[in-house]
């Protein structure tokens, strides 16, 4: 049977737009819904759990329908462009859209203890609003097919993450710095953006994606504009998607946000911001054109290395947990740009599969990071002493996932590693391997210093005898647990991640998309 | 059930029984699992290998499965993996008896996943797979090491650096030679092949190559008791099964394997700490291998297969005996030990049995396969190296043979009165050494005795190629050999033991020349340490500066890791703006 044809047509037909339209609107629900419990029942996290399994639903009915039917132009509104907005969906972005929805499920669920814990009760409603339109905004960044429909999203999820960030000084005061910090970085980020779209729609005209890379197609690199607009387009993205050395934003924000935003935003906002930057970079602009694919190699590739060495050496050297797991993000967003930056279709699909797995397995590694402090307060390295014992499955789990970011084989680390190494191979770069190998034994010491303090320790003593085993709660197991699954089944049967990535790999080998049909929506 | 368990890798049974071993509360169920697993996979391994067509002699293929479009193949039984795969499965059954009284979760599981990984990676049918396991190897066994105690932390950090140095090496060597060829297949590489000194160097490290060997007795005398034993069994065997299948016959090898054996004989002479003596011993062992596979010819990569069976039972049947003597006294240091065969009789007796073995007595283990080897190397007219190999047979009765039995159980009266071993412990030993005295027996019949190890070697020995240790000839060159040996001993001993006092010089030319010889060494090994000291303390004075200054420039409060402020990030946006505006207008 074909799996798309469970689904009700209006769902196929108006997915795209509802999977942004439903957490929009159910973020104005709940910023009125009660703070306190009524009947035992915590109503916003009630309407945004419900909110964001429907959200998984619709983009897993999108991507069956995108993988089985070829890409969707939606018409927001029937409202064709240029007048109107599109959304555009193919195998590039369908996949993210699922990863995020998913990621977001995990971490609702997991958020029931965590956030009360966390979070004053007070602002229990505005928390979660404030998720659901950090949701919404990514989902919009990563379906919208018009250049300044992404800028809105871009902003709309950036400010509510701000807030969400600073919503973490209730534990840690420095969240309000953390938080002003990330404040003017994404902002100058988001400017840069939106101006260098103002330089494509001085040269073009438009606004919407599809017409933007046709007129390019027709007018030619040798326009200064379109320059100008690339590189403000790039640096813009750059920043978001914590491209070293701009990512000086990002240790702070992970550090001191509530746990269940931590590992909301490692495993899903760089990865849309990862997104926009190959959409612009190869179906927008033109990777055979000489300045675009010259940034590739040099400027991405380039910094892409450089982050892997130097935040890795960074990771190795924090006390504070979730700021090792911070330098670490920035070090693997480096081997993904280390692989789109060969911009070959083996580079980009070993870069693509990075980013999916990376997701699973960071979304895990601070989902457990975030238990430890449930239970023990625990933000510093020291304090893991004998967690193998006090919460041994939640450390379980959080090893796994390590091994898997270092790259050990069955795990989903060692799939989009070894990609990686043969894309290298396959280009003729064996400096390349030399740092993924390199960086992996830097790995092997930041992980392996957590790893080890944690069984190899005594857990501390407290009144007397050892601190008593003291597990995390089963819902925070669960999504911990199931992530970490996941890291080894997709590690060990890597098919269908890697056939997902071939697809999306092979939307951006075709070159600038430059026309599209579009399916009416909103009659 | 048994063909759903032949369809993969026997090695995932061993890992996930692993993983069950540590979520198992109750440490009798785990031990269950260490004596159990490696019993079935004993059974597992020799189903495939007789469904595998014509008493695989062909040998069992399987278990394809793809990882980032390589096709993998997991099994591969064919007639040389079998021996080690037999003989790896077993001694996990030894090592699970005789870990029986020992109740730590993280040994247990780490030891059947070490086990598992073993026996994968000799059942590897090509590159990747190999390296997968090759690094489980590393990654299980350094968790072994350990648990050793105190001063096992940096000496595991040391091992393992060194074993991902070799993974990795092995990845690079296993790229570079796939795609120069076009298959990952793990067949005969050799050394010009592409990528195949890279490979050569990956199994050279695990196999303890002269130079690289010194993480061998870095790390296995501060290991546990039980660690200790199960260290000894795979890292280094799976090395010399890797070269047999890569590098057969590759020259250098030869000389190589000579200089191992030759090397740690004065090392282990002049060790104090008697499960550091053995480790040296077992470089020495190895050498003996690596000779052999150098010539590779059928009678040598025999002698090295059924020497790998035998060294596996002896060099373990030692490492246990002192372990035991490390369980009940609680140090193996040769100057706190001695007249323990009072209290400890069994494992006295046993520790002979495998001393008496590995010194290649006659009716003795390592008798059958050693001659084997020597007997290749002389064929082959490498007098040189077969001169090398002789001087380290009787090096070896020194140190292994006489040595470590003689300083624990006899020699000057310590006054220590320990209990016997546990009764685990003498089980595990004792089934050793009846393997040890079984597998040298020369009489019976066609499969008894030593026989029956012959028949299961990779190339048939029938006929022309029928191999004899117990010729008069064989027996009595070695029974020379081993006499002038335990003679020189002896006297060493009667004369103080090193050096000898002057009296000794006059008595033989022979002796005044070993004499000589041995105090030029003494000085060479002298000054090898206040090298190797000199050394360490400038490597140590570089690391130590250079892990200071990334410590300052990367540490919390170091000047790449404060926390920038927004300002200066911001120039760095505008720098980097700036950076791509120049590259795209004039590139």
């Known amino acids: 049977m074909d799996i798309v044809s469970i689904f009700p047509a209006w769902v196929l037909t108006h997915g795209p737009a509802l999977l942004v339209v439903l957490p929009l609107m159910m973020a104005v629900l709940t910023a009125l819904a009660p703070n306190k419990n009524i009947a035992g029942v915590n109503i916003p996290w009630v309407m945004t759990g419900g909110t964001v399994v429907v959200c998984a639903i619709l983009a897993f009915s999108v991507l069956m329908q995108v993988l089985s039917h070829g890409p969707i132009n939606y018409a927001m509104g029937g409202w064709e462009p240029p007048i109107g907005i599109a959304y555009y969906i193919d195998a590039l972005n369908a996949p993210i859209l699922l990863l995020i929805t998913l990621v977001a499920v995990l971490c609702t669920l997991y958020a029931l203890p965590s956030v009360s814990a966390e979070v004053e009760p007070k602002k229990r ?39 969400l960030v600073a919503m973490g000084a209730s534990r840690d005061r ?51 504009v379109v320059k100008l607009a690339f590189a403000f387009i790039v640096v813009g993205l750059g920043l978001k998607l914590a491209m070293f050395p701009l990512h000086t934003w990002l240790p702070g924000a992970y550090a001191y946000a509530p746990s269940f935003m931590t590992a909301f935003l490692a495993a899903t906002a760089t990865k849309a911001a990862l997104y926009l930057l190959l959409r612009f970079t190869f179906t927008i602009f033109d990777p055979s054109w000489g300045f675009v694919g010259k940034s590739l190699m040099y400027l991405l590739a380039g910094m892409g290395i450089l982050g892997m060495m130097v935040a890795s050496l960074q990771a190795i050297f924090q006390n504070d947990l979730r700021r090792v797991l911070a330098f670490s993000s920035v070090a693997q967003v ?90 290298a191979a396959e280009n003729g770069w064996w400096w390349a391997i030399g740092v993924i190998v390199v960086t992996s034994i830097l790995a092997i010491v930041y992980i392996g210093r957590l790893i080890e303090q944690a069984y190899f320790h005594e857990p501390p003593n407290q009144g007397g005898g050892t601190l008593a085993k003291n597990e995390a709660p089963l819902i925070m197991l669960i999504p911990l647990w199931i992530l970490a699954i996941s890291a080894l089944v997709f590690g060990i049967n890597a098919e269908w991640t890697t056939s997902l990535a071939r697809t999306a790999a092979d939307v951006l080998s075709g070159g600038p998309i430059v026309n599209m049909p579009y399916i009416a929506g909103g009659h | 059930m048994i063909d759903f368990l032949t369809s993969f890798s026997p090695a995932f049974v061993l890992i996930v029984a692993g993983i069950i071993a540590a979520l198992t509360p109750v440490y009798q169920g785990r031990k269950v699992l260490m004596v159990g697993v490696p019993a079935l996979v004993l059974v597992l391994i020799n189903t ?50 005789f870990g029986l009284h020992e109740k730590c979760k993280i040994t247990d599981s780490s030891a059947l996943i070490y086990t598992g990984a073993g026996i994968g990676a000799v059942f590897a049918g090509d590159l990747i797979t190999l390296f997968m396991f090759w690094e489980l190897l590393a990654l299980s066994s350094v968790i072994i090491v350990w648990r050793g105690g105190k001063d096992s932390y940096p000496a595991g950090m040391r091992y393992l650096a060194m074993h991902i140095l070799s993974g990795v090496l092995l990845l690079a060597g296993a790229v570079i030679y796939g795609r120069a060829t076009g298959s990952y297949a793990f067949d005969h590489i050799g050394i010009d092949a592409p990528g195949g000194k890279l490979i050569l160097l990956a199994f050279g490290i695990k196999a303890g190559f002269p130079l690289l060997h010194n993480w061998i007795q870095d790390s296995y005398p501060k290991s546990s008791v039980t660690g200790t034993v199960i260290l000894s069994v795979f890292t280094t065997k799976l090395a010399i099964y890797a070269l047999a299948r890569g590098f057969a016959g590759t020259e250098i090898l030869i000389y190589i394997g000579g200089v191992m054996t030759v090397f740690p004989v004065f090392f282990a ?205 064989h027996v009595v060159f070695q029974m020379q050999l081993l006499m002038g040996a335990m003679f020189a001993f002896t006297l060493l001993k009667r004369f103080g033991l090193y050096p000898p006092e002057r009296r000794a010089q006059i008595l033989d030319f022979d002796w005044t020349y070993r004499r000589l010889g041995l105090s030029i060494l003494k000085w060479i090994d002298a000054m090898w340490t206040r090298l190797g000291a000199q050394t360490k303390y400038l490597l140590k004075l570089l690391f130590g500066r250079v892990g200071k200054r990334l410590y300052q420039v990367f540490s919390p409060a170091g000047t790449l890791s404060q926390d920038a402020p927004s300002g200066i990030a911001a120039v760095f946006t505008a720098g980097m703006l700036a950076a791509i505006l120049l590259g795209v207008y004039y590139f």
């Not at chain 1, 430890?372 to 020291?382: A, C, D, L, M, N």
């Not at chain 2, 150098?294 to 002698?303: D, E, K, P, R, V």
């Open chain 1, 125 to 163: 409603a505005p928390f979660y609003a404030a998720f659901l339109v950090s949701f919404a905004g990514l989902l919009g960044m990563v379906t919208t097919g018009d250049a300044f429909n992404v800028f809105v999203f871009l902003e709309v999820s950036s400010i509510s993450t701000y807030v």
């Open chain 2, 48 to 97: 495939m290998y007789l469904k595998g067509g014509d008493h695989g002699v062909l040998g069992a293929l399987g278990g394809y499965f793809s990882v980032a479009g390589i096709e993998l193949t997991t099994i591969r039984i064919d007639r040389l993996s079998i021996i080690w795969g037999n003989i790896f499965a077993f001694a996990g059954i030894l090592n699970g008896i």
């Open chain 1, 174 to 224: 420095r969240a309000l710095t953390a938080a002003y910090n990330y404040l003017i970085m994404g902002s100058i980020g988001a400017t840069f953006l939106v101006i260098g779209i103002g330089f494509l729609y001085m040269q073009t005209g438009t606004l919407n994606m599809i017409d933007i890379a046709r007129i390019l197609q027709e007018s030619g690199p040798d326009s200064r």
């Open chain 2, 269 to 473: 002479v002049l060790e104090n700490d008697l499960r550091k003596v053995l480790s040296y011993s077992l470089n020495n062992q190895l050498g003996f291998m690596v000779a052999g596979i150098g010539i590779g010819s059928s009678l040598a990569l025999n002698g090295v297969a059924a020497h790998v069976v035998v060294d596996i039972l002896f060099k373990g049947l030692l490492f246990m005996s002192m372990g035991a003597v490390l369980h009940r006294v609680g140090t193996v240091k040769a100057s706190e030990l001695g007249g323990l065969f009072r209290t400890m009789p069994l494992t006295t007796l046993f520790c002979l049995i495998g001393a008496g073995s590995i010194s290649a007595f006659p009716m003795m283990g390592g008798f059958i396969s050693k001659s084997m080897i020597i007997a290749a190397v002389f064929e082959e007219h490498h007098y040189v190296v077969f001169g090398m190999l002789l001087f380290a047979s009787a090096g070896v009765l020194e140190h292994s043979g006489i040595k470590v039995p003689y300083f624990a159980f006899f020699s000057h009266d310590s006054g220590k009165r320990p209990k016997e071993a546990p009764w685990n412990m003498l089980v595990a030993m004792g089934i050793a050494a009846f393997l040890c005295l079984y597998l040298a027996f020369p009489w019976g019949g066609a499969f008894m005795g030593y026989k029956g190890l012959y028949a299961m070697l990779p190339y048939a020995m029938e006929g022309e190629a029928a191999f004899h240790p117990y010729t008069a000839d």
């Open chain 1, 334 to 423: 480096g081997y993904m740009l280390l692989g789109i930056g060969m911009a070959t279709t083996l580079g980009v699909t070993a870069g693509y599969l990075h980013m999916i797995n990376h997701a699973i397995m960071k979304g895990a590694l601070f989902l457990a990071v975030g238990a430890f402090w449930y239970r023990f307060g625990i933000t510093q390295v020291s304090d893991m002493r004998g967690l193998g014992k006090t919460m041994p499955l939640t450390m379980a789990a959080f090893t796994i996932a390590g091994l898997s970011l270092i790259g050990v084989p069955g795990t989903v680390g060692f799939v989009s590693k070894l990609a990686l190494a043969r894309a």
